[in-house]
T-cell receptor, first 116, second 115 residues
Framework: DAGVTQSPTHLIKTRGQQVTLRCSPK?????VSWYQQALGQGPQFIFQ???????QRGNFPDRFSGHQFPNYSSELNVNALLLGDSALYLC???????????????FGQGTRLTVV | AQSVAQPEDQVNVAEGNPLTVKCTYS??????LFWYVQYPNRGLQFLLK??????LVKGSYGFEAEFNKSQTSFHLKKPSALVSDSALYFC?????????????FGTGTKLQVIP
């Protein structure tokens, strides 16, 4: 059973460019969340997708956008890249439940984005 | 708003000694609490969680955590530290209105186990 997979593992982009990161959730999971982890910091919540819609969003500008596909996989897009966007981008998948005893989120290995 | 505080940037402990990594939280509603571990250049690995029930939660690799509602704390513990436990540890909290899964992480505590 594959866990959460992210691609690519590393990426170098130039300021002003656009980037797309991809995530396949753990089998059976239907919810995908994206996090940005700057060096030496904890993960910061970007947004979450469920049923192909953005359900929650953290304090990130509109340059950050995403998409979820019918097979639950997801993409994170960042436009007009800034040097400060350099970070490890983590995808986490989980199963949507509405009662206590729900599952924890499972994280992928992350995509290391470097903006030069 | 919900938040997590990990007051120690780094914890050093000798191999074989007990370890504690501290975490306090703030959340509206019932707290769901988690500990994750991160090795260099890797994603986060789940260790344990508190949802409800016993305040002492046991998790992976011999780790446990104690939920203290009055002190709003969820400290991570292990009776005997291993060198291989050296890593970055994150505490996280989530409230549970409406089934959403937004998780707020602390800034992390680097655990260094000294041989």
């Amino acid at each position: 059973d594959a866990g959460v997979t992210q691609s690519p593992t590393h990426l170098i982009k130039t300021r002003g460019q656009q980037v797309t990161l991809r995530c396949s959730p753990k089998s059976g999971h239907d919810t995908v969340s994206w996090y940005q982890q700057a060096l030496g910091q904890g993960p910061q919540f970007i947004f979450q997708y469920y049923e192909e819609e953005e359900r929650q969003r953290g304090n990130f500008p509109d340059r950050f956008s995403g998409h979820q596909f019918p097979n639950y996989s997801s993409e994170l897009n960042v436009n007009a890249l800034l040097l400060g966007d350099s970070a490890l981008y983590l995808c986490a998948s989980s199963l949507e439940v509405r009662t206590p005893g729900d599952t924890e989120a499972f994280f992928g290995q992350g995509t290391r984005l470097t903006v030069v | 708003a919900q938040s997590v505080a990990q007051p120690e940037d780094q914890v050093n402990v000798a191999e074989g000694n007990p370890l504690t990594v501290k975490c306090t939280y703030s959340v509206s509603g019932n707290p769901y609490l988690f500990w994750y571990v991160q090795y260099p250049n890797r994603g986060l690995q789940f260790l344990l969680k508190y949802i409800t029930g016993d305040n002492l939660v046991k998790g992976s690799y011999g780790f446990e955590a104690e939920f203290n509602k009055s002190q709003t704390s969820f400290h991570l513990k292990k009776p005997s530290a291993l060198v291989s436990d050296s890593a970055l540890y994150f505490c996280a909290v989530r409230a549970f209105p409406g089934g959403y899964q937004k998780v707020t992480f602390g800034t992390g505590t680097k655990l260094q186990v000294i041989p």
